[in-house]
């Protein structure tokens, strides 16, 4: 045997790969195109997965909605409730007695104001406390997430409570340790004798339930901003402000336009914070477009006349809703 045998190895045939092409690769006529009957009816699939959940949001949003819509158009009151008289179309009348009301757009603005208030104050705390947890170390960073979502879990009715509590003109903390400041006497004080005032400590509660969730969601769109880019701006003499506003701000504008139509909506929608607060009977002062359609539906018995206000607060969110979707698609299309 010589070297050449020993040191030469043996190499496998090389696979030929099947002919491509039209026809190519299946026993059949030559140019006939293969069968796809795995690509056949994938459509709909997902409409198939999706079926379960969309039958659950028509059956829990569809329907009320479209009664909302029919008894907004209506007379109905006790007597068409209990079933004594059949429900008589009113066509838009309900509709002009709310929109001709003074007390309705007082509402409006109210809500427009209380709202407004409530989002600011959200997002700017929340940003705040998203911006100082990247500052701090990782057990302090675990400890305020804990308390963060113990405070976002907490029952709306438990909270309220706790803020009656704090607030009470008698027995309140708030007011206990306010006296104890130089010139100062708080003993006493009825922080609900006035609408502001007392839209105030409400709007307190609003902000206090949902700074979490916007702190949770910031602080993770926050670890997704480029340290480069933070650095090269550093470099280039930007102060803490100017990488905030020029590199950070732009990353999380998609984010801050979904915290803030999730705000607008949700704050838009408060119910159970002002009832609780005012024992079930919010005064005019307290008045917002959902305690106002409450009270008109089931305290004055007026079905209808409280429909067309839901209604109206329907389209107003609706407006909103229209609002964030054009935000969204103006950035993609920077994007």
């Not at 406390?129 to 879990?153: D, P």
Request: glycine share 10%; charged share 15%.
């Amino acid at each position: 045997m010589s070297a050449a045998d020993t040191t030469t190895a043996k190499v496998p045939p090389v696979r030929q790969s099947p002919p491509s092409g039209p026809g190519a690769g299946t026993p059949g006529k030559p140019g006939e195109k293969p069968s796809t009957t795995a690509g056949r009816g994938g459509g709909g699939i997902p409409w198939l997965l999706l079926a379960p959940c969309l039958l659950v949001l028509l059956l829990v949003l569809g329907y009320p909605l479209v009664r909302l819509v029919t008894l907004s158009f209506q007379k109905f009151g006790q007597p068409q409730l209990w079933g004594f008289q059949e429900a008589e179309s009113a066509g838009f009348e309900n509709f002009s007695k709310i929109l001709g009301d003074t007390e309705f757009w007082t509402v409006v603005l109210r809500t427009v104001l209380f709202t407004a208030g409530a989002v600011i104050l959200t997002m700017v705390l929340g940003m705040m406390i998203a911006l100082l947890l990247q500052k701090v170390s990782g057990w302090v960073k675990a400890l305020v997430n804990i308390v963060l979502v113990a405070s976002w879990g907490m029952p709306i009715i438990v909270a309220t409570a706790i803020f009656k509590w704090l607030f009470d003109a008698d027995y309140g903390v708030l007011n206990w340790l306010l006296s104890r400041l130089p010139g100062v006497d708080m003993i006493g004080h009825n922080w609900f004798a006035s609408g502001p005032q007392g839209l105030a400590v409400i709007m307190l509660l609003v902000v206090w339930g949902a700074v979490p969730f916007v702190v949770i969601t910031l602080s993770a769109g926050l670890t997704q901003v480029p340290k480069e880019l933070e650095e090269a701006a550093r470099l280039d003499g930007a102060g803490a402000w100017g990488v905030f506003r020029f590199v950070t701000l732009p990353i999380l504008k998609p984010i801050i336009v979904m915290l803030t139509t999730l705000s607008v909506i949700w704050d838009m929608g408060v119910f159970p914070q002002v009832y609780v607060m005012r024992n079930g009977h919010p005064e005019a002062e307290f008045q917002l477009l959902t305690t106002y359609s409450f009270d008109r539906a089931f305290v004055v018995n007026d079905y209808g006349t409280g429909s067309a206000i839901a209604l109206v607060t329907v389209l107003l969110l609706l407006g909103v809703v229209a609002v964030y979707m054009r935000q969204m698609l103006k950035i993609g299309d920077v994007e």
